[in-house]
């Protein structure tokens, strides 16, 4: 990841042009005409050896010949001239190129290489960033730029737009300048040999011009460089996304129910929402999504209140927000009774709220001044359809100021063409977002909603205590590792299903208990030790899905009926799959939980984001009832609820006539497991646990299969995560004033923790900290605190436990690294009552030995010049310190790589 350089690329001073010419229609031609009629006002340079001048300016014969260096070259000449061309502009100085020729990748040099990597190969030295090959190029209309081929210019405006599709971008550009939208940027991607999303992402999310950015994706390359840059990016601003192929390719061959189950779009979407984003289908919704979260307020619910003059649009709104999954609001009493008051007795009596066709401007002002005091109503949705009584343009005039003083999300819906055309203007123009249907403005209410969630869910702090699962994890780890070794050793992928349990139980997931036999007869002897009644399954590598060919026999009572089950799976396997190696039986005690539903996990190895895990409805028909929600891992109790949350069968799992509800606690540790067995195995590529059951009384794992795959030596499987998860590996015990005090990285789980540590420190600290006052943690900011990106972040915190066993933290030193790794800001503070006892150098050193390890280029921070003791603690450790001229602050730097 990297955007070194992105700055020539972006904002370039300069721009040289090579392969300009005058041939009609020609690229060359057409990237010439547009840079000259975009506005742009630093130099441009025409490079053709064939030509003196071209479109009334001086043309160059090579690179070398230009007077000077361009900040940013484009090319589009023949594929086999690149790589030396960007040779020579390496060379020269300049540090971006935009390379528009295609069939780089197709064509081979001398060496055997592609023209594509050659072109790399000789970019690599100078680091000379390269957009494309095969890309429409580049726009950034606030400086007049357009250094593309595309047939018509953008209009400068906030959004950010970037794109892998050449074809979608050229219509893009159409479709929002008829619109009036503008951009700050619009990214012509091509086949990204260089710079790529997330390279464009971490400019975008620091870029000043950017207000929000929208993404065309049609195949993500770098899964975990991808995520890095997309959390930081939707962080700091809107991101949106279109991706297309959403059509499910059809079933593949998996040995898994979780395989088949995850297909690439639903890991896409998870992969988005766990990144703080929000997908939109289309790309008119792309456009019109941001223009509503642009205008929407950041507080606020998901409960609607219609107001309508019109019964049919407010019924169309509300199948359109019940098919969505939205909530429509159920209007308090004091509200029913004053709306009774106002409008005539016809009217609708509840929500959605039809004021009658006849209404006056002062019926619409009244009855939204009513629904904006109700508790109930986290937003309301205003449809009005034309009528002779009263002009819409009047109606609008009445209600713009209310609405734009109002706390609350307003969306309107003017229905019709001419009639409201003037009425639509005056809500656009005043910021209310605005729609020509009830369907289009319930789509964007739930945009509002859907993007609230993704967010919400960033800053929730899973709780500080959770049942341990596993009190010894290395001896789990090494528990898990002998089986799988041994399976792998026998030349098998799959482990049988009590070896599938033994990995389990070592993640500390309840399963049944279950006992293996190889013979009918041996079957026969341990059922009644297990005691009735037990079920029996066919053991064999060669069968998944031991259902299919009737190897699971339930409820069985008696010593006869398990000759008889057992004799008969040998005879049905034998008939139906001869070619299965039969190796016995697992016979297990029947569990008998009437009340409990039946649900799968599992997990399984996508191609881009590798480990996903899978939740959902369980049993034989998984496949068809297609009911599951796909996450990332690692996972916390907040991320596995929200699994949940997200299937048909949490309602179920909530209780039902007279059912209780379901251990959703004992469901999410499970899921919290299964990640920690994806990022601690990297043997394990599928996994499935179905049936799972849950009730009231915990869960029971009744059946699972796994299948494996060998590892090199060195595999660790954190290199095939989309997301870092908490590297155990740098925690440290230590001996600090006579006492054990961890050091380790900050995790998300230290949220309570922290919030107790900042109210600790005195306020004088906190404006040494911050270099302003501040009495509390906002939740965002405690979010950014302790849910750190462990690639381009760390925290490390001093945390020790008290008397009562619950751990409090002491100290913290952290430093946040730009995309490049070469420079870091760090900052370092100890509780106020612990100061000057060692704490913080401990915790600097450690922050210092680790940046050093992890190859960060420098540390550098800013200090209050009266702060004497930090000034002390920094020049011990070797910093320069020089004071920043009229700040009343010192700048510190750390070097920490060697100078060659």
């Known amino acids: 990841m990297s955007i070194r350089n992105l700055q020539q690329m972006f904002a370039p001073r300069s721009v040289a042009l090579i392969g300009a010419s005058q041939r009609p229609h020609s690229v060359g031609a057409t990237v010439l005409r547009n840079l000259n009629e975009g506005g742009f006002k630093g130099a441009i340079f025409p490079v053709n050896p064939k030509h003196a001048e071209l479109a009334g300016l001086r043309c160059w014969p090579d690179v070398t010949s230009l007077p000077e260096t361009p900040e940013l070259a484009v090319i589009c000449t023949p594929p086999a001239t690149v790589p030396a061309i960007i040779r020579e502009l390496g060379m020269r100085g300049t540090r971006a190129a935009i390379v528009l020729t295609a069939g780089l990748g197709a064509r081979y040099d001398d060496t055997g290489r592609t023209v594509k990597q050659a072109m790399l190969d000789e970019a690599n030295p100078w680091l000379l960033r390269i957009l494309g090959p095969n890309c429409v190029g580049l726009l950034v209309p606030g400086i007049g730029l357009n250094a593309s081929f595309a047939h018509t210019g953008a209009l400068p405006g906030g959004i950010a737009f970037v794109s892998q599709s050449g074809a979608l971008v050229t219509g893009v550009l159409d479709w929002a300048k008829s619109r009036g939208i503008g951009f700050s940027r619009f990214v012509s991607l091509g086949e990204s040999a260089d710079v790529d999303f997330g390279d464009v992402l971490d400019f975008l999310a620091s870029d000043i011009e950017t207000r929000a950015i929208l993404l065309y994706v049609e195949d993500i390359r770098h899964a975990r460089k991808f995520m890095s840059a997309a959390r930081a990016a939707a962080r700091s601003k809107p991101t949106l996304i279109v991706k297309s192929g959403r059509a499910p390719e059809g079933a593949k061959a998996a040995a898994s129910h979780t395989g088949a189950l995850a297909g690439s779009d639903d890991v896409y979407d998870a992969a988005i929402r766990r990144a703080g984003m929000l997908r939109v289908l289309t790309t008119e919704d792309l456009f019109g999504a941001v223009e509503t979260l642009a205008h929407a307020h950041p507080a606020g619910g998901e409960r609607l209140a219609i107001m309508t003059n ?175 070794q041994s399976a792998l050793a026998d030349g098998r992928d799959l482990l049988s299903e009590p070896e599938s349990k033994v990995v389990l139980a070592a993640f500390g997931i309840p399963v049944v208990e279950t006992r293996i036999v190889s013979s009918v007869e041996e079957a026969v002897r341990v059922a009644p030790e297990i005691g009735f009644p037990v079920a ?352 009343g602050t010192m700048q510190l730097r750390l070097a920490l790589r060697q100078s060659s």
């Open 310 to 484: 019109g019964g049919g649009p407010g019924v169309m709104a509300t199948d359109a927000l019940i098919c969505d999954g939205g909530k429509l609001a159920t209007l308090s009493k004091e509200t029913l009774g004053q709306l009774d008051q106002l409008l005539p007795a016809t009217w609708s009596h509840g929500n959605p709220v039809d004021i009658i066709g006849d209404a006056p401007a002062e019926r619409y002002v009244q009855s939204l001044e009513v629904l904006l005091k109700d508790p109930q109503a986290d937003a309301i949705l205003f449809i009005h359809a034309p009528t002779a009584i009263v002009p819409s343009v009047d109606i609008a005039n009445a209600i713009v100021p209310l609405a734009k003083a109002a706390s609350r999300n307003i969306l309107a819906c003017w229905l019709g063409g001419d009639a409201v055309a003037q009425a639509r203007q005056l809500f656009a123009q005043a910021g209310i977002p605005t729609f020509d249907t009830p369907e289009e403005a319930v789509r964007g209410f739930m945009q509002i909603v859907q993007y609230r969630r993704n967010q919400q869910l960033l800053m929730q702090v899973p709780p500080a205590n959770h049942v341990d699962l596993v009190p010894d994890p290395a001896a789990s780890r090494a528990t898990v590792k002998k089986v799988i």
């Open 536 to 887: 029996i399954k066919v053991l064999s590598p060669d069968i998944s899905h031991k259902t299919d060919v009737g190897g699971v026999a339930l409820d069985i009572e008696s010593v006869e009926a398990v000759r008889e089950a057992a004799e008969g799976m040998n005879r049905r396997v034998s008939r139906m799959r001869p070619d299965a190696r039969l190796e016995g039986f697992a016979v297990q005690a029947m569990a008998r939980r009437p009340e409990a539903q039946e649900l799968i996990v599992g997990l399984t190895t996508d191609p881009v984001f590798g480990p996903v895990i899978l939740f959902g409805a369980g049993g034989i028909a998984v496949e068809l009832t297609a009911d599951h929600a796909i996450g990332l891992p690692p996972l916390n109790m907040v991320l596995a609820r929200d699994m949940v949350s997200r299937t048909r069968v949490a309602r179920l799992l909530g209780g039902y006539r007279g059912r209780p509800p379901a251990d959703i606690d004992a469901i999410c540790r499970v899921l919290v497991q299964v990640a920690q067995l994806a990022i601690d195995m990297p043997e394990i590529i599928e996994l499935d646990i179905n049936p799972l059951l849950a009730d009231s009384r915990g869960v029971l794992a009744l059946d699972a299969r796994i299948k494996i795959a060998a590892c090199g030596p060195d595999a660790s499987g954190l290199d095939r995560l989309a997301i870092r998860p908490y590297p155990v590996e740098l925690e440290q015990w230590i001996e600090w004033d006579g006492q054990p005090l961890l050091l380790r990285p900050i995790k998300p789980e230290d949220g309570e923790a922290h919030i107790a540590f900042f109210a600790a420190l005195d306020p004088e600290d906190v404006r040494l900290r911050m270099f302003t006052g501040m009495r509390e943690l906002q939740p965002a900011q405690l979010m950014r605190f302790t849910q750190i990106d462990y690639d381009r972040e760390m925290a490390f915190i001093a945390t020790r436990k008290r008397a009562d066993g619950e751990s409090e933290t002491l100290g913290v030193a952290r430093a946040i690294s730009d995309p490049d790794n070469e420079r870091a800001e760090f900052a370092v503070v100890v509780r106020s009552d612990l100061k000057g006892r060692g704490l913080g150098p401990l915790l600097m050193k450690r922050l210092i030995d680790y940046s050093r390890s992890h190859g960060t280029g420098e540390l550098v921070g800013e200090v209050l010049a009266y702060n004497s003791h930090m000034l002390r603690m920094m020049t011990r450790f070797g910093f320069d310190i020089k004071p920043i001229p009229g700040e």
